[in-house]
């Protein structure tokens, strides 16, 4: 259930009583609609009045494709303000009511920069500077979305352990079902030592109802995991459409045009 009520212009909103949460989606398998799910997910929680954020921590920048903005023109980006040559203020941009937090090509260079033995004492918890980052603005949304690489970096793990709940997206095809469980894997490790992140559950993408594989991928998919009470697979299906495709391309999102995202949204946090 959703922990926060809808923004309002009551004053009494600007009192940073609330904490946002924050949620990572997160595979280790690439092409499986990581960007197309938080892009349509932010829309919708704006249409449906909660104020929303969203962090580009992949170097690909999608993010800023997504929402029609050019990364070649981006001069601060989220990779500045981890190694603390930006506040989060500083690269804030703001489109189709979603505030951005962008990256491009940058942040490929936040490991090299932050693991080094010689950057010791500037960054001695290199994995913890998304969250310490976040600390600045996480007062100021209901929810924080972070798009994540499939890779298993500094970076995404700089993602895991700033978010309270991550939200695993599946294409029932082998490949991807395989990342389904390195990505478990990789977050069980990270719960054991400590972090407080809550697995919402399976997101099934781009499913083709016409394809045989995927609809006994799919059933094959919900029976695994059945019987695993902390880990469910959602009732709602992203379907490959060719209007999720043209909103990236155009850089508009439109959550009237990707319905079933907007269901997810309802689904995942229980919102009427």
Same mark, same amino acid.
Do not use: C, W
């Given at each position: 259930?959703?922990?926060?009520?809808?923004?309002?212009?009551?004053?009494?909103?600007?009192?940073?009583?609330?904490?946002?949460?924050?949620?990572?989606? &997160?595979?280790?398998?690439?092409?499986?609609?990581?960007?197309?799910?938080?892009?349509? @997910?932010?829309?919708?929680?704006?249409?449906?009045?909660?104020?929303?954020?969203?962090?580009?921590?992949?170097?690909?920048?999608? =993010?800023?494709? #997504?929402?029609?903005?050019?990364?070649?023109?981006?001069?601060?980006?989220?990779?500045?303000?981890?190694?603390?040559?930006?506040?989060?203020?500083?690269?804030?941009?703001?489109?189709?009511?979603?505030?951005?937090?962008?990256?491009?090509?940058?942040?490929?260079?936040?490991?090299?920069?932050?693991?080094?033995?010689?950057?010791?004492?500037?960054?001695?918890? %290199?994995?913890?500077?998304?969250?310490?980052?976040?600390?600045?603005?996480?007062?100021?949304?209901?929810?924080?979305?972070?798009?994540? #690489?499939?890779?298993?970096?500094? $970076?995404? @793990?700089?993602?895991?352990?700033?978010?309270? *709940?991550?939200?695993?997206? &599946?294409? $029932?095809?082998?490949?991807?079902?395989?990342?389904?469980? *390195?990505?478990?894997?990789?977050?069980?490790?990270?719960?054991?030592?400590?972090?407080?992140?809550?697995?919402?559950?399976?997101?099934?993408?781009?499913?083709?109802?016409?394809?045989?594989?995927?609809?006994?991928?799919?059933?094959?998919?919900?029976?695994?995991?059945?019987?695993? $009470?902390?880990?469910?697979?959602? *009732?709602?299906? =992203?379907?490959?459409?060719?209007?999720?495709?043209? &909103?990236?391309?155009?850089?508009? %999102?439109?959550?009237?045009?990707?319905?079933?995202?907007? #269901?997810?949204?309802?689904?995942?946090?229980?919102? &009427?």
């Amino acid at each position: 259930m959703a922990r926060h009520s809808k923004t309002t212009n009551n004053a009494n909103d600007a009192n940073n009583s609330k904490t946002a949460r924050i949620i990572s989606v &997160a595979s280790q398998k690439g092409g499986v609609g990581k960007t197309a799910t938080v892009t349509n @997910m932010a829309v919708g929680l704006v249409s449906l009045g909660y104020k929303t954020a969203v962090i580009d921590m992949d170097a690909q920048g999608h =993010i800023a494709f #997504s929402f029609g903005i050019k990364k070649a023109d981006l001069r601060k980006t989220i990779y500045d303000v981890l190694i603390g040559e930006a506040k989060m203020r500083d690269i804030k941009q703001t489109a189709f009511g979603v505030d951005l937090y962008l990256s491009n090509n940058s942040l490929s260079n936040l490991s090299p920069k932050v693991m080094t033995n010689l950057n010791s004492k500037l960054f001695p918890a %290199p994995k913890y500077l998304l969250k310490n980052a976040l600390g600045q603005i996480k007062t100021q949304y209901d929810y924080i979305l972070i798009d994540t #690489s499939p890779s298993n970096d500094i $970076p995404t @793990m700089n993602s895991l352990l700033a978010s309270t *709940d991550i939200i695993i997206p &599946a294409l $029932p095809e082998g490949l991807s079902v395989d990342g389904i469980f *390195d990505t478990i894997y990789l977050i069980k490790s990270i719960q054991e030592q400590g972090a407080k992140i809550n697995i919402l559950g399976i997101l099934p993408t781009m499913v083709q109802d016409h394809t045989n594989l995927h609809n006994v991928m799919l059933q094959d998919l919900r029976r695994r995991f059945a019987e695993t $009470p902390d880990i469910k697979v959602f *009732d709602t299906v =992203i379907k490959r459409a060719i209007r999720h495709g043209l &909103a990236q391309t155009h850089g508009e %999102p439109d959550i009237n045009k990707a319905p079933e995202y907007l #269901s997810f949204v309802k689904e995942v946090f229980a919102i &009427a």
